[in-house]
């Protein structure tokens, strides 16, 4: 073969290795010329790749424990101290979550609160700003997109392959993810500036560990764990930094400045954060969160105590709501939803009881329309001019009022117990621990079984005939009552069965039933109950009767009970009542006995 026939082959070549030609010629002119000319290309190829690097900038690795993911062997102490301190934070970023969801409720699943006070909403505000102001990790987890992992890294560090970086920098970002939406959920449940910094000094201590554990590890405290080869190895490894970033894929012609990237990363994270905010401060301001809390309260107050000789507290004892019974919309004073006596639009146009918050006492009140504790009074057009009121708080809602330590009017001051109990109940089984397994519970409120009856089915209405015996008082004594059933189920007062007895010789209808503290027994008019052909009274006008009860104004100069027991509680069972003549205030001698009740029946006649 001719020395030119060894060129012509060796141009004829796309690519050549110098080393292989120089052993295949021999030195002449030709080929000292061809080397020179291959030389040439390979300095060519090098100044280029020079010049391809002057425009990239060389940055270190993050030092955390992150960065020992990726230059440190996988099965090296290092590395599994990065895995470990990994793990202590996404553990105690769980944690927080689940402690945080506990309080969350229908409706209602964040457990935010009904409402939050100027100065937390802008303790929030700062908050928002600051914790992606400090947080490096959010930056630092694009760090994938914007930085060229650089092969000859792996010349120096053959464990600091492509794979490991981004798995480091997935983690980091899992992590900052993680604690990002921790640190979010706690400044939406917080109601107290305090708790809000504090929980969110801790949240941002957890995020920080990986850091404090590479700088522990630096000054030589963390020796069995950390060694001088991996803590040298993240200092002194450089990555390539792209002038510009491709933000989709290698293919994608589309490329973003570098220095626009992590500004509109971190943009668009204060754009969700205050975005979300503001909703939450919107459903706030609307009251959506009201909605999550229970809107139904038995309220019992304390048999003993009284406004004056004719109005009894006892007498308000009953279902509060904030549903209005006319379809209106709830009211709100001091930011707090206001609670009314359930039946208010019936009460022959009487005021009920309402239960709502008062800000110049800083407390909730207890209060009745009309009713003064001084007649001309300057509180007297005041909505607190309150009749019961209790210790200072700033509860929202009616479940965290305190119940002790009510300050009550009687002619004076003094102090009594408002008992308060929530009487929604939360499941739908068939038999149901809210409904004491006597009934099921359909859209909060429970359904009772045929005998039972009131808010948790605790009321027994097994008995639907009840004996009358009162020691010769005509014609109350040995009389059979019925039990009134009003289409088909039985109807109440006060969240008791009633019982009615017609005496057609003397034009009359005698009626048992509770009034909230006591029972009582009444003589009905006829003129006040329309009555039947068979005689019984008019379904439609008892229940109109019934409905328009209230024991403390169906109680006037001239209409009384003849009767009334001893006081007895709302929900609890007295078995031997002691009764007394309404008007004299003598006692008397008057029992009550079931007449037909199943025998294996357990429950008593007046509960």
């Known amino acids: 073969m001719s020395r030119h026939d060894n060129i012509g082959e060796m141009s004829s070549e796309s690519e050549y290795d110098v080393d292989s030609y120089l052993e295949h010629v021999t030195t002449n002119d030709g080929e000292l010329?061809?080397?020179?000319?291959?030389?040439?290309?390979?300095?060519?190829?090098?100044?280029?790749?020079?010049?391809?690097?002057?425009?990239?900038?060389?940055?270190?690795?993050?030092?955390?424990?992150?960065?020992?993911?990726?230059?440190?062997?996988?099965?090296?102490?290092?590395?599994?101290?990065?895995?470990?301190?990994?793990?202590?934070?996404?553990?105690?970023?769980?944690?927080?979550?689940?402690?945080?969801?506990?309080?969350?409720?229908?409706?209602?699943?964040?457990?935010?609160?009904?409402?939050?006070?100027?100065?937390?909403?802008?303790?929030?505000?700062?908050?928002?700003?600051?914790?992606?102001?400090?947080?490096?990790?959010?930056?630092?987890?694009?760090?994938?997109?914007?930085?060229?992992?650089?092969?000859?890294?792996?010349?120096?560090?053959?464990?600091?392959?492509?794979?490991?970086?981004?798995?480091?920098?997935?983690?980091?970002?899992?992590?900052?993810?993680?604690?990002?939406?921790?640190?979010?959920?706690?400044?939406?449940?917080?109601?107290?500036?305090?708790?809000?910094?504090?929980?969110?000094?801790?949240?941002?201590?957890?995020?920080?560990?990986?850091?404090f554990?590479?700088?522990?590890?630096?000054?030589?405290?963390?020796?069995?764990?950390?060694?001088?080869?991996?803590?040298?190895?993240?200092?002194?490894?450089?990555?390539?930094?792209?002038?510009?970033?491709?933000?989709?894929?290698?293919?994608?012609?589309?490329?973003?400045?570098?220095?626009?990237?992590?500004?509109?990363?971190?943009?668009?994270?204060?754009?969700?954060?205050?975005?979300?905010?503001?909703?939450v401060r919107v459903h706030q301001f609307n009251g959506l969160y009201y909605n999550a809390e229970c809107q139904v309260y038995l309220v019992n107050f304390d048999n003993n105590i009284a406004f004056n000789s004719s109005l009894r507290y006892e007498s308000f004892t009953g279902v509060y709501t904030t549903i209005l019974e006319d379809g209106s919309k709830k009211e709100f004073h001091g930011n707090r939803p206001v609670y009314y006596q359930r039946g208010r639009k019936y009460f022959d146009k009487k005021p009920a009881g309402k239960i709502s918050y008062c800000k110049s006492e800083g407390a909730w009140v207890f209060t009745i329309e009309g009713v003064h504790k001084k007649e001309n009074s300057q509180f007297q057009n005041e909505k607190c001019d309150w009749l019961l009121k209790s210790r200072k708080t700033e509860s929202y809602i009616l479940d965290d009022v305190p119940e002790i330590d009510w300050i009550v009017w009687t002619g004076t001051i003094k102090e009594t117990i408002l008992d308060i109990t929530c009487t929604e109940c939360f499941d739908t089984d068939l038999d149901v621990e809210d409904c004491n397994f006597r009934g099921k519970c359909v859209q909060e409120q429970c359904y009772c079984d045929p005998d039972w009856m009131g808010n948790y089915c605790q009321i027994c209405i097994s008995c639907s005939e009840v004996n009358l015996s009162a020691n010769h008082i005509f014609p109350l004594d040995g009389i059979n009552m019925t039990r009134l059933d009003l289409n088909g189920k039985p109807a109440n007062a006060y969240n008791r069965p009633i019982y009615f007895y017609n005496d057609f010789q003397g034009n009359e209808?005698?009626?048992?039933?509770?009034?909230?503290?006591?029972?009582?027994?009444?003589?009905?008019?006829?003129?006040?109950?329309?009555?039947?052909?068979?005689?019984?009274?008019?379904?439609?006008?008892?229940?109109?009767?019934?409905?328009?009860?209230?024991?403390?104004?169906?109680?006037?100069?001239?209409?009384?009970?003849?009767?009334?027991?001893?006081?007895?509680?709302?929900?609890?069972?007295?078995?031997?009542?002691?009764?007394?003549?309404?008007?004299?205030?003598?006692?008397?001698?008057?029992?009550v006995n079931c007449v037909n009740a199943p025998e294996d029946s357990t429950c008593n006649m007046l509960e």
């Open 509 to 591: 209808t005698y009626i048992l039933l509770y009034g909230g503290g006591e029972y009582y027994i009444w003589n009905i008019q006829r003129n006040d109950v329309v009555m039947d052909k068979d005689g019984t009274p008019s379904t439609e006008s008892v229940r109109q009767y019934v409905d328009r009860f209230h024991s403390a104004w169906s109680l006037t100069e001239e209409e009384v009970p003849i009767f009334r027991s001893d006081p007895t509680l709302y929900d609890s069972t007295d078995d031997d009542l002691q009764w007394r003549n309404f008007s004299s205030g003598k006692n008397v001698n008057i029992s």
């Open 213 to 279: 554990a590479f700088i522990i590890g630096d000054n030589g405290y963390l020796v069995y764990f950390v060694t001088r080869d991996a803590i040298r190895a993240v200092k002194e490894v450089r990555m390539e930094l792209e002038e510009n970033s491709k933000i989709f894929c290698k293919s994608s012609k589309f490329r973003m400045p570098r220095f626009l990237l992590k500004p509109i990363f971190v943009l668009s994270l204060y754009t969700i954060f205050y975005g979300s905010w503001a909703v």
């Open 33 to 211: 010329r061809t080397i020179k000319r291959i030389e040439d290309n390979n300095s060519s190829r090098r100044q280029k790749e020079e010049e391809e690097c002057e425009q990239t900038v060389a940055i270190e690795l993050n030092r955390d424990t992150f960065s020992f993911i990726f230059v440190s062997p996988v099965f090296s102490k290092p590395f599994g101290l990065a895995i470990f301190i990994f793990v202590i934070q996404i553990v105690m970023f769980l944690m927080a979550a689940l402690d945080i969801l506990q309080t969350r409720k229908r409706g209602n699943l964040l457990g935010i609160p009904v409402y939050t006070d100027i100065e937390v909403v802008v303790a929030q505000a700062i908050a928002l700003f600051v914790v992606i102001l400090v947080n490096r990790d959010i930056t630092e987890s694009i760090d994938v997109i914007t930085v060229n992992y650089d092969s000859c890294v792996k010349d120096k560090i053959p464990s600091a392959t492509h794979k490991k970086w981004v798995l480091s920098n997935l983690l980091r970002s899992i992590q900052c993810i993680l604690g990002l939406i921790v640190t979010l959920l706690f400044i939406f449940q917080s109601d107290d500036v305090l708790k809000l910094f504090l929980d969110f000094t801790a949240i941002q201590f957890v995020t920080e560990l990986d850091s």
